[in-house]
């Protein structure tokens, strides 16, 4: 019986731990087969570069408020022009950019490795843990997403560290069931059983045998995550719940004040917007083509 | 057949069980309860007990919770603390919003997901390729409100039109009926379209390397019919399993989307009646959805064996 | 761009205006036609005198003994006093005894189980015993909490009790609060029944409510409409767009600076006006270092309010005193109260008198929605760094800002006050010493003299100066920080005539509009 995990990749073909490569050969080959990837790539790479690097590369203070010049048009001091308090839209957006992204990849590191953990334990000891943990999964998956998000922050309260905690909880489930499946058909692969057999202790063969070969999955799991995260903190704060102000973050930067404003001052919606959305598009591009490198059965397809 | 029917009934039960308590105690723990959330601006409040207890609130938790799961087996899902409306009724009332838009933009999406991941899979790595991937990643990318703005406000500005305001139902208007789903649903479907054309492309990619197909091919069977009629149906079965997952996503999530067009379904109700603290309408509300997707999810079950004979439930 | 905006906005204003004045009265209203209007969010029930989410619904079913003026040939900051249901009254000579002569033939809508029967002086009595009943769910009992007895004197006559002599009673009685429904056995939070211009026809929670053409409706000729459908839309940027593709006909209180574009298209008529919601931060007097009143001065004196309330407006605001400057007359010119015009260096010195040579930290929460809540609290965050104040806010839900209020645990508060067109309830309820509703524990001996005193005094002139003293020493304390309010514009597609917004009863002039197509 197929669970609710059709976007599962499962390594079936996965047999043994999997070979180390070197690195920039891989890349070499990772380019030449999925140029959307590697420009992908390149396109994410600028994107954390300059949240990164906000503060040096920011002409303005993205707090400081310029009351001479409330929603300037872009020009002159302001290159991407001034929000309804005057505030640089251009430093603001890189800000935001390190704020959406900060939340969004620790949201998707706890998630996953919540998630992953999870679905280990689950799937390698099964019984009764695994009953609870399946049943509990069961019940958060039959909630949409997005309500268990907007539950969550009503209950934590808005802030920015609730904002991670509400998304990485929203990803643990379906990120667990997808582990669990993986292990539950490695355990009775040949070699776990030989390393049980030689005498692993089972933290080890977890370690050592399991996860290396659910790796895959995981991966291409968190990467299409990651796109989602970056929406839902947008969305969190198109319904008021997101990230809290003054800081900047794409999300809050596209809410109600933007969008009021959106025909006199489109100027102070399109950088986030743009940036988000160039964001996301390259998060999935890179997902896909990751997916299409790390999943064995379409490896073999390549050939 | 029956006995695995049997199994997912009693696990269903099971997971709704967990969802209700789950509901109960989740809006209890949030901060600010129902009879402050109802006090709305004054602060004259002689007698805060009083007003608890008229709600039921003073009894112990476990004696609330038997009470009220007591009704929902009777089919009574409790009185609104908000509007004194039975919850019950105001869900029926926005269920076929929200499962019309669902629907529609389902079908929107596998309209787009089909022949575009098809033609993906048969075309791989070529400009068609690309191409559907950088629509359908475009659609995926863009946040809901983002383009549901920039819809209404171009059109109205271009074409002085929005959809109508306020759910009509088919059976009063159709056209307007459709008039008003479209743009919402079609929002929704290109979001969705982009998991479900990669979903499509892959699963046909990797139908295409079974043995089964190479064997029409080699029977000298055309391209187009070796895709409709062998791939296509085995890369249905994880289709299904999508269409189940976006349903679920869709019946409250597009809450944003109900929000700026002005549907009241489901995902509307849910969000108010967090903000009302309305603790009946919160439960009831993600009760009936758990009941709805888990509901949705067996039938889909059920459908994997329609569509893969060798499926065989025990 | 601020002084850009003005000269667009002369030009615009001196069209807009026109386009109404075309409406006036002059011409004779047209009868029929269905008004297609919009409001944000579901009333939880109709019950007037139960909360306030029915106010802008109740004055299309309801009449109260009196009412606001409305229509195009009154401002929208003056508020005048009209007979409703009460066809005249007398007034005691000290202030005490209210006399209402009722009008006769008033009929109730015709449903059952009121069925059209007359209206007469057992459903007033009635009705103000309903206000007067003190249970948690009637919140806005203090604005007839002075009342000690209300009786029938005859079938048309109701004479109305006060415990001491209040100037407020005649606004406080126009308000929806105070609205006359028929004695019956009948759940009010469920049935709308009453003897306005419209009946509630049927509605559909989160999408419409239908109101058709009361038949029997005492003003002659009125209402003019056959129908009004009021389309709940949640997303102000979806009201805008409704409107210009006229799937709605009028369009109430947009901030300014979103209303800009469509004034510019030219193709709506519209108006300006102030609103009387005044966005402001409550301070804590019982939280250190709020409790000194230096600190609290020096923060006051940290701002610009006016950038704020053009923040707010986008492009354009105006800046309030304790009593909204759209109330006309009670208020008060921002610039001649102490410690309103902005003076960093002062307040530094200020600061440092009081202690604090270095600034300190301090919290603050307020709602997520209104959005203006937002607006002014990170406005106020970047204006107090610079006295070397930090200031950290959080936003929270309108349910946990109810409890914060209710339980006064907060240092800094962004909250709204009590709409009214009687600055006593800007005045006594926040900060008299004794009232429910001051939430900062706020206490002047002085204060409560002169709070007392303005609602005692009868003769508007004398209490005007009252208002106005008892401002400016509230504006010393610097215990509630007004900032000020967004210009706000009504959008209306020309053929809509006889409309004027009116800030508290937000529909009541509704029952003025007819269609001209």
Known sequence: MSGGSAETVLPAGASRPAPRRSGSVALGRFARRHPAGAVAALVLGAVLFASAFAAPISPHDPYAQDYEAMMRAPGGRYPLGTDYLGRDILSRTLYGGRTSLLISIAAIAAGTAAGTVIGLLSGFYGGWLDGIVQRVVDVMQALPSIILALALMAVLGPRTENVVVAIATIIVPGLARIVRGTVLQLREQQFVEAARALGGSDGRVLRRHILPNTMAPIIVIATNALSGAILIEASLGFLGLGTQLPVPSWGNMLSEEARRYFEQAPWMALPPGIALSLTVLAVNFLGDALRDTLDPRLRRAQG | MRQFLLRRLILGGAALLGLSLLAFGLVRIIPGDAVMAQLAESGNVSDLAAARAQLGLDRPFAVQYVTWLGGVVRGDLGTSFWSKRPVMEDLLAALPVSVELAVIAMLLSMLVALPLGAAAASHRGGGVDLGARLLSFGGLSVPHFWIATLVLLYGSIWFRWVPPLGYVPPGESLTQNLEQFMIPAAILGLHLSARSLRLVRSSLLEALQEDYIRTAWAKGLRGGRVLWGHALRNALIPILTILGGQFTYLLSGSVIIEDIFSLSGIGRYVVESITHRDYPAVQGAILFTGLVVIGVNLAIDLAYAWADPRIRYQ | ?517
């Open chain 3, 1 to 517: 761009m601020s002084r850009l905006v003005t000269a667009v906005l002369a030009v615009a204003l001196a069209a807009g205006m026109l386009a109404t004045a075309a409406g006036a009265p002059a011409v004779t209203p047209k009868r029929g036609g269905t008004l297609n209007a919009t409001f944000s969010s579901d009333p939880a029930h109709f019950d007037p005198h139960r909360g306030t989410t029915a106010q802008n619904f109740v004055p299309l079913v309801y009449n109260g003994l009196v009412r606001f003026k409305t229509g195009t040939q009154v401002r929208v900051d003056e508020f005048v006093i009209e007979p409703d249901l009460a066809e005249r009254w007398e007034i005691s000579r000290d202030g005490l005894v209210y006399t209402f002569r009722l009008r006769r033939g008033v009929r109730f809508h015709d449903k059952p189980p009121v069925n059209g029967r007359e209206m007469d002086s057992a459903d007033v009595v009635w009705s103000i015993q309903r206000m007067l009943e003190d249970t948690p769910e009637n919140i806005k009992r203090d604005l007839f909490a002075v009342i000690k007895s209300a009786e029938a004197v005859d079938r048309y006559t109701v004479r109305i009790t006060l415990a001491e002599p209040f100037a407020p009673l005649l606004d406080n009685l126009a308000t929806v609060f105070a609205s006359i429904v028929p004695k019956a056995d009948i759940d009010y939070k469920q049935v709308s029944i009453g003897t306005g211009p419209f009946m509630l026809d049927s509605f559909t929670r989160g999408t419409r409510y239908v109101y058709k053409r009361h038949a029997d409706y005492f003003e002659r000729g009125q209402p003019y409409l056959d129908e009004i459908v009021i389309h709940i839309l949640r997303d102000f940027a979806t009201r805008a767009a409704a409107l210009r593709a006229s799937r709605i006909d009028v369009v109430d209180l947009l901030p300014y600076g979103q209303a800009l574009p469509i004034i510019r298209e030219g193709t709506l008529a519209w108006e300006r006006y102030q609103g009387i919601f005044s966005v402001h931060l409550r301070l804590n007097g019982a939280k250190p270092p709020l409790d000194n009143e230096k600190v609290r001065q020096a923060l006051s004196l940290a701002l610009n309010r006016q950038a704020i309330a053009i923040a707010l407006g986008g492009g354009e605001g105006v800046v309030n005193g304790p009593v909204p400057t759209g109330l006309g007359k009670w208020a008060m010119d921002w610039r001649k109260l102490p410690y309103f015009t902005r003076d960093v260096n002062k307040a530094r010195q200020i600061l440092r008198e009081a202690g604090f040579p270095n600034g300190f930290t301090i919290e603050g929460v307020g709602g997520a929605s209104p959005d203006n809540r937002r607006v002014i609290m990170e406005a106020i965050k970047a204006q107090w760094a610079q006295i070397g104040v930090t200031f950290n806010f959080r936003l929270v839900d309108t349910a946990s800002v109810q409890r914060i209020r209710f339980q006064k645990d907060f240092t800094i508060l962004a909250d709204n006050f009590t709409l009214s067109s009687d600055p006593d309830s800007y005045l006594f309820l926040e900060y008299h010493s004794t009232s429910s509703g001051n939430v900062g524990n706020y206490a002047d001996r002085e204060v409560d003299r002169l709070l007392e005193a303005q609602r005692r005094e009868l003769d508007p002139a004398k209490r005007v100066a009252l208002v106005h003293q008892a401002q400016a020493l509230i504006a010393q304390k610097g215990w509630i920080i007004t900032t000020g309010d967004p210009i706000y514009v009504s959008l209306a597609w020309p053929y809509v005539k006889g409309f004027r917004h009116n800030n508290i009863n937000q529909y009541l002039p509704l029952k003025n509009v007819w269609l001209d197509k």
